[in-house]
């Protein structure tokens, strides 16, 4: 069995606003906070508001991320983590079926 090559995959979506809403404030809950600046071994974390869908490995996507989020991924002042499905699912959101977030980090 082969591997398949992807050439082009379609990353684009839109958030219904009472999902983004609950998906904001899932994300900023100073509970998951916490939890994500423990793992990060950061003083705290801060939502920046960012969404992306993760992208096949390729050529043009190496990390798996749309191009214009590997900014984020190279920079020690952020950190890149996958939404919890039961985030998702508390949003009612199905597709995409992943997200990832952009955060803020703040070592001292």
């Known amino acids: 069995m ?10 684009s979506f839109v958030l219904e606003p009472n999902a983004k809403a609950a998906l904001f404030g899932l994300l900023t809950g100073e509970n998951f906070l916490q939890q ?13 508001e960012l969404l992306f869908v993760p992208v ?3 050529s043009d996507t190496p990390k798996g991320m ?3 989020f590997e900014k984020y991924h190279e ?7 996958n939404v919890p499905p039961n985030f998702m699912f508390q949003a009612k959101i ?12 703040f070592k001292s």
């Open 56 to 58: 096949p490995y390729s």
């Open 75 to 81: 920079s020690i002042d952020f950190a890149i983590v």
């Open 2 to 11: 082969g591997l398949k090559i992807i050439q082009s995959y379609d990353n």
């Open 36 to 48: 994500v600046a423990v793992q990060l071994q950061c003083s705290r974390i801060e939502f920046a």
């Open 94 to 105: 199905f597709k995409p079926s992943r997200l990832c977030a952009v955060y803020r980090v």
């Open 66 to 68: 749309p191009a214009e």
